[in-house]
């Protein structure tokens, strides 16, 4: 069985012609809607056949003006209400926007170069972005297929930045397997070729889709020397760097996947967390390179 995958849309995913269950109101509600109607239409019938009374209603203006300014107090109190909801809910998405993007504590620059994939680009190139990733991981998958080509064709291709690649483990055993099974693709000159088909063969977290089996099916679709590449997954020889990379992401405050860090030439870094836009990380990288 072959699993290579080139990024394509899935024919059988969901189309414009199904509606979503929410948009639908459900038969109960429908008929609890005719069955009030036809009780509203009861009632009425039944009215006209009562005799009427007459009577006489009289207008007591002072309650009418009292009436009428708790009205006018409950509306101005509840337009105040809202503006301060609307203000506060701004600020709050303020904070996590910031958040997204900051500054971090300087640390030594081996916590990001040690324990890596080789270089992705110019190793001359003035930034540097380091990624700590799980191959398992749904929002790393979701950075691969959604913003890492672009950064590639406007940033990594025009020699401004040049990516590595840190394990960080958080889904579980099948994790390490397919991180060791990259860095042994490395020993033999193809860690992004592999780093590729990870993530194009991703099925989702713990469904068994990066079992050794299946990498190695992976190393055999790529023409990789099966007995050297077979010997060092069942082996697991890289795990101690793999476990030395995600130390590495826990002395530099990492606590989720993925998460980035842009180092510039004076050793600069700012920090990015999560699957963000293409947007967020052209904002950095030109904040950066303008310095």
Known sequence: ????????????????????SFFLKDGKNTEDLYQGKSNENNQTESASKTPRRS??????WPSLGIGAIIAIACIFFGVLMTNMINIESTQNLDQILIKE?????????????????????????????VEFGDYQCTFCNKFFHETVESIIINYVKTGKVKILFKDFIVVGEDSMNAANA????????????????????WAGEGTGWASPEHLNEFANTLGLNMDKFSECVSELQWKEL?????????????????TFFVIDENNNVSKITGAQHYDVFKEVFDSMLEK
């Open 182 to 201: 990259a860095h042994c693709a490395n020993d033999q000159k193809m860690f992004w070729q592999y780093h590729s088909i990870l993530y194009n063969n």
């Open 55 to 60: 009577s006489k209603l009289t207008i007591h």
């Open 242 to 258: 793999v476990d030395s990379s995600h130390r590495d992401g826990i002395v530099a405050g990492v606590t989720a996947t993925p």
């Open 101 to 129: 993007i900051n500054p971090t504590k300087k640390l030594s620059l081996s916590s990001f170069t040690d324990n890596a994939s080789p270089v992705l680009g110019n190793k001359d190139a003035p930034l540097t972005i």
């Open 1 to 20: 069985m072959i699993f290579y995958r080139y990024m394509e849309t899935n024919s059988d995913s969901s189309s414009n012609d199904k509606i979503p």
